[in-house]
């Protein structure tokens, strides 16, 4: 074939690269020179639309939106942004050209897995929308040496390892060690002239590195700007030349201890002096950089809240109120409460739970030895907030029992306080923040997450969307909406039979990369029921094995029965502390040894889990799916976006009425989601009765039968009792109401078992799916917030 001349001219960029930045000629390039060669020639492209970007945002002296989160979620680059550069087919023609395998090469980028999981990758996608809307802005974060953590299994158990994502040169970012600035921390305050005069005892240099992010066809670029910690002296000099090398260092290995590592706590909290750093060396970098950009531009900080737009991805950087004052009236003169009320003005908080156990909570003993001069703030918001509420009730404010709450903290240091869905801010209004909401009406509204259409469906589905875009035609992809024209071909039987395919398609290579990474033989034609994000109790990956056991206990008991063969697929990972969500883990992987040599079973049941769940693996898998999970007790998924993607990619949805569940159901059509279980309210009476638990158990004889097998080691026949404490807590406890909603559960899988059995209408019901979505796009969400908090316009 004929290469064009775009990806000749492009051959020859990548070459350029490969020679004068890897050094390396073509006869000896490695896999990764290759790589690195065509990431650079990609980089190449963005920079001009990067460029062009922020100089009109200078130019029109436009209003800048701040994302301040302690985790970007972003996965590979590479193929996201040859897609979003239109330059996907060149790309590819160019290196295939060079002999080198696409997929090959861009599965060799190791992803960037700088969050945990739901609120790191909504912020990732949520870059993305902004780049593709021209909302000018940056994205702030941690350059952390070391990401989410590696899983794997050993016998069954996950075991952890460090990540090393920067052990090769990361080609999408530039430093930029000009861009620096001292981030104090513990010391004395002293009254000076009537001024606060904090004397930081330790200090580190947060150093930028930035990656542009680029929007759809191109059109606009932002800045992610990540912040690495440097010493402030590289070593003790002195100490160096008598000779104690190690001791001479220790400044050096003590700055970078700051953006080493990432916290593997998915809403839990852990009161640790590193994280309560790690949180303020994020924010005071941020907002040094956001006054130094404001007045290098010769504006006024009183004209501040015209110009920049500052949103809490949760309570992470939520001392951004108190050091935002710092700034305001320590280094620059202004009194204590003009601070405040331009604090307010810039200041946004998005919650994202309302876990207990996810709130932060910090000592005052250690946030006053920390940041001394912030918990004198904090005290004074504090007082402030009761003199303007005088009704304000005892119990309510932000500092309670020796400790500060971050919550409390962040709302009132914002203008707008946002829930993540429907379901979850009314009960943010309700059970949350009920006496702050009744102070400030209004503050508290609504933002539906939602996800990238470009890099969950165009990338990760090439099949279907070439099929949307046959049915349609082009531009979905930055108007999802119009996948409503998909409707009415719900009742096309041909189209119906290329949707088929094209899942079918998915599936067979999904089956492929299972049989050669796990060791296990899938039916491509069996039902692939898919279960992957993080591994807690509330997110009752338990009650889905729990049914998995009924089910093999069914075929085991009737060798005859016709049953429709499924595959469960199950993903994710548990912080590594989390001893009840390891246990889990480990009973998934029991079952599945169990179930998947069981010669009696066969096709008719496998169960799999491929350690070391990511974002990757999340574009492998949700487009093969044909059932997505989204099972949590009513009340505790704060929204979810997993259950997004799954849907927008054509899987249908069995789950309760929690987070979006309840929005998407409304979106796709009852008719077309499986819903079951115990509502949030009635979660709340159910819980009254202390003995629910056992009620439940005692109600259903195949949960009974299940907790038996489990209870009599027949998973672990090496070690019986492995099992007993979860079993003893079934029946004892259950807080999360897995025996509750178990019937219903299953009469739910059956009628999904029932539906799949039906093609014509199994297929119908997953277009609908993907056509009734477009609300969830992070196009909308983002828009939503330009209008609702930030007060800002599109550039374009
Ligand atoms: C989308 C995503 C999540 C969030 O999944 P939920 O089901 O909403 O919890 C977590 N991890 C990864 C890698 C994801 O892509």
Redesign the pocket.
């Known amino acids: 074939m004929q290469a064009r001349p775009a990806s000749q001219a492009f051959r020859a960029e990548i070459l350029r690269h490969l020679t004068y930045s890897m050094g390396k000629d073509a006869g000896h390039a490695s896999l990764y020179d290759w790589r690195m060669a065509l990431s650079l020639a990609l980089r190449d492209h963005i920079v001009g639309p990067w460029f062009d970007a922020t100089r009109q945002t200078y130019e029109q002296g436009r209003k800048r939106v701040y994302y301040l989160s302690m985790e970007f ?1 972003i996965g590979r680059v590479l193929e996201d942004a040859a897609i979003n550069l239109g330059m996907r087919a060149i790309a590819r023609e160019a290196i295939e050209g060079l002999g080198q395998d696409w997929h090959q090469v861009v599965e060799d980028e190791p992803d960037a897995a700088l969050g945990n ?2 609120l790191g ?1 909504l912020a990732a996608c949520y870059m993305e929308s902004m780049a593709t809307l021209g909302c000018a802005g940056y994205g702030y974060g941690i350059r952390y040496e070391h990401g989410l953590f590696r899983q794997w299994f050993d016998g069954g158990r996950q075991v952890e390892t460090p990540e090393d994502w920067l052990k090769q040169r990361h080609p999408w970012e530039f430093e930029r060690p000009e861009v620096c600035y001292e981030i104090g921390f513990k010391g004395t305050v002293e009254i000076v002239n009537g001024k606060s005069v904090w004397a930081p005892a330790e200090t580190v240099i947060a150093e930028a590195y930035d990656m542009p992010v680029i929007g759809w066809q191109g059109r606009w670029a932002n800045t992610l700007r990540l912040w690495a910690a440097k010493p402030t002296t590289l070593f003790d000099l002195a100490r160096f030349n008598h000779g104690d090398f190690a001791a001479a260092a220790e400044p050096e290995a003590l700055a970078r201890t700051l953006s080493r590592v990432l916290y593997p706590d998915d809403t839990t909290f852990q009161g640790k002096e590193l994280r309560l750093k790690q949180e303020y060396f994020l924010t005071s970098a941020a907002l040094q950089d956001i006054l130094r950009r404001h007045l290098t531009a010769g504006l006024a900080l009183t004209d501040l809240p015209d110009h920049v737009a500052i949103q809490m991805n949760d309570t992470h950087p939520a001392i951004a109120g108190p050091e935002l004052i710092r700034l305001l009236s320590d280094v620059h003169g202004m009194s204590f409460e003009e601070a405040l009320e331009i604090g307010v003005k810039c200041l946004g908080y998005t919650n994202h739970t309302l876990l207990p156990e996810a709130l932060e909570r910090w000592a005052t003993y250690l946030m006053g030895s920390v940041l001394p001069r912030h918990m004198q703030i904090i005290e004074a918001i504090d007082a402030w907030h009761l003199r303007m509420n005088p009704t304000r009730p005892h119990y309510v404010g932000i500092v309670k029992h020796h400790e500060v709450r971050m919550g409390e903290l962040a709302f009132i240091t914002s203008h707008k306080v946002n829930g993540v869905s429907a379901l979850h801010t009314e009960l943010v209004k309700k059970n949350l923040f009920p006496e702050l909401d009744k102070l400030h009406p209004g503050r508290i509204i609504n933002q539906t997450n939602g ?1 990238t259409p470009r890099r969950w469906l165009r990338m990760a589905n090439p099949a279907l969307s070439r099929l949307i875009t046959g049915a349609i035609g082009q531009g979905w992809e930055a108007d999802l909406d119009r996948l409503r024209e998909l409707d009415k071909l719900s009742e096309d039987k041909v189209f119906r039979d290329d949707f088929a395919k094209a899942k079918r398609a998915n599936k067979v290579a999904l089956a492929e990369w299972i049989a050669q990474t796990q060791g296990v033989v899938v039916n491509p034609d069996a039902l692939f029921d898919v279960q ?3 591994i807690h109790e509330y ?1 009752r990956q338990l009650l889905n094995i729990l049914q998995t056991i009924a089910e093999w206990h069914v075929i085991r008991s009737n060798p005859t029965a016709e049953v429709v063969p499924r595959v469960k697929i199950f993903g994710g990972k548990a912080a590594p502390g989390y001893q009840a969500a390891k246990e889990v883990i480990r009973l998934i992987n029991d079952v599945a040894r169990v179930v998947n040599n069981d010669p009696y079973v066969g096709d008719r049941l496998k169960i799999v889990y491929p350690p070391n ?3 990757s ?2 574009e492998r898998l949700i487009p093969a799916a044909d059932l997505s999970e ?1 099972i949590s007790t009513a009340g505790k ?1 704060a ?5 997004m ?1 799954f849907a927008l990619n054509g899987a249908l949805t069995i789950g309760t009425l929690d987070g979006a569940n309840v929005e998407i159901r409304d979106e796709v059509g009852a008719e077309n989601f499986f819903l079951f279980g115990l509502t949030a309210e009635e979660v709340t009476e159910r819980r009254k009765d202390p003995e629910h638990a056992r009620h439940a158990i005692l109600k259903s004889q195949p949960l009974q039968d299940v907790l038996q097998m489990i209870a009599e080691g027949r998973f672990c026949p090496e070690e019986p009792s492995r099992y007993h404490g979860l079993v003893h807590n079934m029946w004892h406890s259950d807080y999360f109401l897995v025996a509750s909603d178990f019937e219903a559960y299953r009469d739910a899988q059956t009628e999904v078992d029932q539906t799949f059995a039906e093609p014509d209408r199994w297929w119908r019901m997953a277009i609908l799916n993907t056509a009734r979505m477009g609300f969830f796009s992070s196009d909308r969400a983002i828009r939503g917030y330009m209008t609702d908090i930030w007060g800002t316009e599109s550039a374009l």
């Open positions: 979620l999981g739901g990758r996800v992957v994000k993080r997110k769940y990511n974002v693996m999340a989204q998924e929204s979810g976006t997993g259950n993607k």
